[in-house]
């Protein structure tokens, strides 16, 4: 089977499945979009969501691309070499907000509503970061590229081959993220002005939500005393 055709045997089997991934990956949307503990309240903890299924074109033009690196995807393998077929993106305002979310997904792998495919993953650039996500169990990377990520995949049960990718960042983050992602996806940009721009732009980003932090840790500081 050349490429072309391993290619075209991915794509039937992403269409011949694609309903029951959705079933679980509505869930995921459902817990997310609902949960009282995190969409209530003057504040609450999550600001937003953003999620997507991936586009067959988009597909095809992965596995394209990850076919040297991953080598031959097909129908064969489609599921275990691509893991972020269905992604949730999950938004939050300040860095001390996390904490709640990542109990609540905790949760849900306690009480077997999703079971994890592998360990979540921590990354950024910033040492003072990577402290605060060691300290709450979760593994963490150092990346120089200035990517700002929690990632999660999960999947209903253990036997199941659907899997969908969580990730949870600031808006400060999304903002770099969203940035990064069209100079530099599918290829890297090589403007080195862009380059040294977005290191600023990620720096800028982590002031920001560290200010969040601040910000609302006065404000609570100042009612508790003003009761």
């Known amino acids: 089977m050349n490429q072309d055709e391993a290619i075209e045997s991915a794509l039937k089997l992403y269409d011949a499945e694609k309903f029951p991934l959705e079933q679980f ?15 209530e309240g003057p504040l609450p903890i999550i600001h937003s969501t953003k999620y997507r299924l991936k586009d067959k074109n988009h597909l095809a033009d992965k596995i394209k691309r990850k076919w040297d690196e991953k080598g031959p995807i097909s129908d064969n393998n489609l599921f275990e070499k691509i893991t972020d077929l269905a992604g949730v993106r999950v938004l939050h305002l300040y860095q001390s907000q996390f904490p709640v979310i990542h109990q609540e997904i905790l949760n849900q792998i306690a009480d077997n509503e999703w079971v994890f495919d592998e360990d979540p993953k921590a990354y950024t650039w910033d040492p003072e970061s990577k402290i605060f996500y060691e300290s709450l169990g979760i593994s963490c990377e150092l990346k120089y590229s200035y990517y700002t990520s929690i990632h999660y995949l999960v999947k209903p049960r253990d036997d199941s081959r659907y899997r969908c990718e969580i990730q949870v960042r600031t808006l400060f983050e999304e903002i770099w993220s969203e940035i990064d992602h069209f100079i530099n996806y599918p290829s890297h940009t090589e403007s080195i002005a862009c380059k040294e721009q977005l290191k600023v732009l990620a720096k800028l980003a982590s002031t920001g939500t560290k200010l969040a932090d601040s910000i609302f840790s006065s404000h609570e500081e100042f009612k508790g005393k003003n009761i």
């Open 25 to 39: 990956f509505g869930r995921i949307i459902y817990f997310f979009s609902n949960n009282p503990k995190l969409t």
